[in-house]
């Protein structure tokens, strides 16, 4: 097993992207990827792609060797599209690291990419519906606003959670995006205009949700030994981690904690000899303000029930005990959902750059956190700067 | 209301399914239940797919059937009735949109 590194990032901004289409907007980011690495489209000897709707959305399948042939990438390599959700990012992610791990290649590139903003609301709650067990669920009319609704109120009823612990991570979020250029959302909201935005699935708000996106994020991986020679400043990828969840509510027995999480975090400290404490900086899966307390519970950052509390208390902020999606997060930044994984990775890796807009000081070791839908699929990176 | 027992862990579960969920061994035994329960959790729905569009808003809750197992569910409500978590409901019909509950009347 060889270790591997990040030596290339590039992205698209996350936000309504008039005009430009899901192959465009996926060749620029890559293209970006490939000449941050220093590298030439020759010398990349496979592709993963993730994304969730295409087909729905934009008629459109089959991008994989769509993109690459955009792209202008070599014949001979395997171009593959992946798919997990709003996970489909981190899928790529990792399937990329597994074969450079695995010494099979040297020069990998992984993107994601979303087009949703051509679709309507309801074409688009639709789409993000699919991934939900449409015999068991499905069918009743359940949203994914809906399903963090329902685990919301248990939330709540549980450890008595309030409201304006949610309404604390949009504004957190939104004042984190403020600085940033790849953001949907650049303006800060107060605690009153989020309690005050119209209700989308009870308890959840409108400013509780992510929005629609356009967007498309990629990088370059190569084994660790060589990325000096081509980034002066490579990543290193220290844990990069994936497992499965429950595709059904009323199979958990306490949607309070989503299991493929906890399994995942586990897996990822296990393998870096780390843990949450070590942690400097998290881009994590807030596809809903009550995602991003659960998460933050389920990384290991606070106990069960308290994320709620370490919010109101600032403790995921910029300059807090863990801070928590100084990007802005997928409620601010935006949620392009099959690109949403890699854009964790592009954000992380400016981080730990030195080089991001809302800088953590001396962030060292970041992770990032990607889930899709009910938490069915997961993936965790836990990735460190060299020094 | 059906529901499938699995008879290695005497534990319930909803239809369709191959395996226990709890631990995927035993054989799934179909039994008839009233369906009492009670509300695990709840949410109004305002914004909706394409094909539930006129339906919003539309009461969606997670029940606990008092055999133990949960199920997802939409809640038929009289207008002036509230939903609350630990409210008592019983099973009133299934059909192409799945299992309908309905609060039991004081």
Redesign the interface.
């Given at each position: 097993m060889k270790e591997v590194s990040i030596i290339g990032i590039g992205t698209t901004p996350f936000n309504i992207l008039e005009g430009k289409s899901l192959k465009e907007i996926a060749t620029q980011a890559c293209l970006d990827a490939i000449q941050d690495a220093g590298l030439e489209k020759e010398s990349i000897e496979a592709f993963y792609l993730g994304n969730f709707i295409s087909g729905i959305l934009t008629g459109q399948e089959t991008i994989a060797p769509l993109v690459a042939n955009s792209l202008g990438l070599p014949k001979d390599i395997p171009c593959t599209k992946v798919e997990g959700a709003c996970c489909s990012g981190g899928i790529a992610f990792r399937h990329g690291y597994l074969l450079v791990a695995a010494g099979l290649a040297k020069f990998v590139l992984v993107a994601g990419v979303e087009k949703m903003s051509s679709s309507?609301?309801?074409?688009n709650?639709?789409g993000l519906?699919s991934a939900f067990d449409q015999?068991?669920?499905g069918?009743?009319?359940?949203?994914f606003?809906?399903f963090f609704?329902?685990?919301a109120?248990?939330h709540m009823?549980q450890y008595g959670t309030k409201i304006e612990h949610l309404a604390g991570v949009s504004v957190k979020n939104h004042s984190n995006s403020v600085m940033n250029p790849r953001a949907r959302f650049r303006k800060k909201v107060s605690m009153e205009e989020v309690l005050a935005s119209?209700?989308?699935?009870?308890?959840?708000k409108l400013y509780d949700c992510c929005p629609i996106s356009d967007g498309a994020a990629a990088a370059v991986l190569c084994p660790a030994e060589i990325a000096h020679q081509f980034h002066k400043k490579p990543i290193d990828i220290l844990a990069s981690v994936q497992t499965t969840g429950y595709s059904?509510?009323?199979?958990m027995d306490d949607?309070t904690t989503l299991i493929a999480t906890v399994l995942a975090a586990q897996k990822a400290y296990t393998i870096s000899h780390l843990s949450a404490q070590n942690i400097d900086v998290a881009e994590l899966h807030d596809c809903f303000t009550m995602a991003e307390i659960v998460d933050s519970e389920d990384l290991g950052f606070f106990p069960k029930g308290k994320g709620g509390f370490a919010v109101e208390e600032g403790l995921t902020t910029v300059g807090g005990k863990i801070p928590i999606n100084p990007s802005g997060g997928l409620i601010s930044k935006g949620h392009p959902v099959g690109a949403t994984g890699l854009g964790q990775v592009f954000e992380i890796v400016k981080q730990l750059r030195g080089e991001h807009e809302n800088q953590v000081k001396n962030a060292e070791i970041g992770l990032t956190h990607n889930l899709g839908a009910t938490g069915q699929v997961c993936t965790v990176n836990i990735l460190k700067r060299r020094d | 209301m059906t529901v499938l027992r699995c008879n290695a862990c005497g534990s319930f579960s909803?239809p369709?399914r191959l395996f226990c969920?709890k631990c995927a061994h035993g054989v799934l035994e179909e039994r008839e239940t009233q369906g009492f329960g009670e509300i695990?959790?709840?949410?109004?729905?305002?914004?909706?797919?394409?094909?539930?569009?006129d339906?919003v808003p539309?009461d969606?809750a997670?029940v606990e059937l008092k055999e133990g197992?949960?199920?997802?569910?939409?809640m038929k409500k009289p207008q002036d009735s509230r939903l609350e978590?630990g409210a008592p409901v019983r099973f009133c019909m299934k059909d192409?949109?799945?299992?309908w509950f309905e609060l039991e009347s004081a």
């Open positions: 309507t609301t309801e074409k709650t639709e519906a015999e068991a669920e069918r009743t009319g359940l949203t606003p809906g609704a329902l685990i109120r248990r009823h119209r209700l989308i699935a009870s308890p959840i059904t509510s009323y199979d949607p | 909803i369709p969920p695990y959790s709840f949410t109004t729905i305002y914004v909706a797919p394409e094909i539930f569009k339906q539309y969606i997670l197992v949960k199920v997802t569910a939409r978590i192409a949109t799945g299992y």
